[in-house]
């Protein structure tokens, strides 16, 4: 088995395998069965896909293992077969009981995340529309040859400023040891299964020396 890291544009090869690593990260397993994570985890993909203008995929042994997605806000058209994707993902989950259910807290974190922009008062020309590596592999710098791949792009695109939304359940301290700088913090509490679950919303913020 080889450890170097290949970097590649998004392939429809890809999906079975992000969607994979979407379900860990986010520990969608923990409130709702396989069934319903999974077509939490293809809603998910598929509504980054429809907003972004960069991919990279990570590749291990031809394997998938870790991917970022960037924005130029101003060059985003979502093309319609992603879109189209996108809809029909939303239907079979909607057709799913514990799928509505689930619905209901990535519409709850959605809603979060457009106040933390809102209360920046700033219009930024790039965002990085979703980033993960899959947790078997992280700790080999594999995340940060994406996010080193999504700043070269930001860079030729002539982006200097940037966003990202993450949380609790992520590294979201890797940001700052990238540079990044927290711009805002939400928190919200959460009844799973019976339990209470505390969680707090970032939004973070690149801004290149210029």
């Known amino acids: 088995m080889s450890n170097s890291v290949l970097l590649r544009e998004f392939q429809n090869q890809d999906r079975k395998a992000l969607e994979k690593i979407i379900s860990k990260t986010w520990n969608y397993e923990e409130f709702c069965?396989?069934?319903?994570?999974?077509?939490?985890?293809?809603?998910?993909?598929?509504?980054?896909?429809?907003?972004?203008?960069?991919?990279?995929?990570?590749?291990?042994?031809?394997?998938?293992?870790?991917?970022?997605?960037?924005?130029?806000?101003?060059?985003?058209?979502?093309?319609?077969?992603?879109?189209?994707?996108?809809?029909f993902s939303i239907v079979s989950l909607m057709l799913c009981k514990e799928g509505r259910k689930a619905s209901k807290l990535f519409k709850n974190v959605t809603q979060i995340d457009q106040a933390l922009l809102d209360s920046t008062g700033k219009t930024y020309p790039g965002e990085v529309a979703f980033f993960a590596v899959d947790e078997t592999h992280r700790g080999k710098g594999v995340g940060r040859q994406l996010f080193q791949s999504l700043l070269a792009y930001m860079e030729e695109e002539k982006l200097h400023e940037f966003y990202l939304f993450t949380d609790t359940s992520c590294n979201y301290q890797f940001y700052e040891h990238q540079g990044m700088k927290r711009r805002g913090r939400q928190d919200a509490a959460?009844?799973?299964k019976g339990r209470e679950v505390r969680m707090s919303y970032f939004l973070y913020e690149y801004a290149a020396r210029t």
């Open 33 to 87: 069965g396989p069934k319903a994570a999974a077509k939490l985890a293809r809603v998910y993909l598929n509504s980054c896909l429809i907003q972004q203008t960069f991919t990279r995929v990570a590749l291990i042994d031809h394997v998938p293992v870790g991917i970022i997605m960037g924005k130029n806000t101003a060059a985003c058209k979502c093309p319609l077969p992603q879109k189209v994707r996108w809809l």
């Open 190 to 192: 959460y009844t799973i």
